[in-house]
């Protein structure tokens, strides 16, 4: 079955730490993203990719760092810098974009920071 | 920058009730998507309009787009306990990223 694989599914981390979250898909999708999710306030997005080895920062990029090595595969890593990194955090693909394509979503990587 | 403002935030109904959820844009948009989170989950893809006054229907589903591309509607018919779930649209611009509203949280009383 084609689709976006997230991992881990939950995650627990010290403060101060780098956190690295993985979102690879076998959709053959062009376009990656990587959205926040926090209660009540919808999605909101942090880093997405349109090719390999580009990116494009989203309205929260700060204190995130993402990578685009391969079409497969866009990881996020929160960094020390996130001052409250402790979300939902939802990977998503498209065919092109971003565009006006319907975006496929992962099942999501619950972070916390203790 | 663009804003997709989203009511109401949440809706608790009894069954068999009808449910409705409005989308409003601060600017004109290319295209409006609806998705829905059922609890616990990811964002499932429902539907896209792209046409000044489109109107799609899924079973029990309405869609709408307006007449001027900045707001939309998702009305349920008689809702079921199925239908549980958090509904968000979505809009963008040309080829900018697509822009959430917060989300509509529907809770269906049996």
């Known amino acids: 079955d084609g689709g976006i694989t997230q991992s881990p599914k939950y995650l627990f981390r010290k403060e101060g730490q780098n956190v690295t979250l993985s979102c690879e898909q076998n959709?053959?999708?062009?376009?990656m993203y990587w959205y926040r999710q926090d209660p009540g306030q919808g999605l909101r997005l942090i880093y997405y990719?349109?090719?390999?080895?580009?990116?494009q920062k989203g309205d929260i990029a700060e204190g995130y760092s993402v990578s685009r090595e391969k079409k497969e595969s866009f990881p996020l890593t929160v960094t020390s810098a996130q001052k409250n990194p402790t979300a939902f955090y939802l990977c998503?693909?498209?065919?092109?974009?971003?565009?006006?394509?319907?975006?496929?979503f992962g099942a999501g990587s619950r972070l916390t920071v203790l | 920058g663009q804003q997709v403002m989203q009511i109401p935030q949440y809706q608790h109904v009894q069954e068999g009730e009808d449910f409705t959820t409005y989308c409003n844009s601060s600017?004109?948009?290319?295209?409006i998507q609806w998705y829905k989170q059922r609890p616990g989950g990811h964002p499932v893809f429902l539907i896209q309009?792209?046409?000044?006054?489109e109107v799609k229907k899924q079973k029990r589903l309405t869609f709408q787009f307006g007449e001027a591309k900045k707001n939309s509607s998702l009305h349920i018919t008689a809702t079921q306990t199925t239908d549980v779930g958090t509904y968000f649209c979505?809009?963008?611009?040309?080829?900018?990223?697509?822009?959430f509203g917060k989300g509509t949280r529907l809770s269906v009383i049996a």
């Open positions: 998503a693909s498209s065919i092109a974009g971003p565009g006006a394509n319907v975006l496929t």
């Open positions: 309009l792209v046409k000044s006054g």
């Open positions: 600017t004109t948009l290319s295209n």
């Open positions: 979505a809009g963008n611009s040309g080829n900018t990223p697509l822009v």
């Open positions: 959709l053959n999708h062009d376009a």
């Open positions: 990719s349109q090719i390999v080895n580009d990116f």
